[in-house]
């Protein structure tokens, strides 16, 4: 989940905008958290996607 669409309990905010301690906070630890290929832009995972199932029909043609 993205922090974009959450909303603190403390200010009734948006995490994102971070007005206030506790949105910060829960921020930079979603930043922390994020997945290996949250930093990837949309065109570098369409790549490997494309490469990926290619791969594999590569390896069910040879099966």
């Not at 206030?20 to 290929?37: I, K, T």
């Amino acid at each position: 989940m993205t922090y974009d669409r959450l909303v603190c309990a403390n200010c009734a905010a948006p995490v994102s905008q971070g007005r206030c301690p506790v949105c910060r906070a829960n921020r930079e630890r979603l930043q922390q958290e994020g997945s290996p290929f949250a930093g990837l832009n949309p065109v570098t995972l369409i790549a490997l996607l494309v490469v990926l199932v290619g791969a594999l029909a590569l390896v069910a043609r040879t099966a």
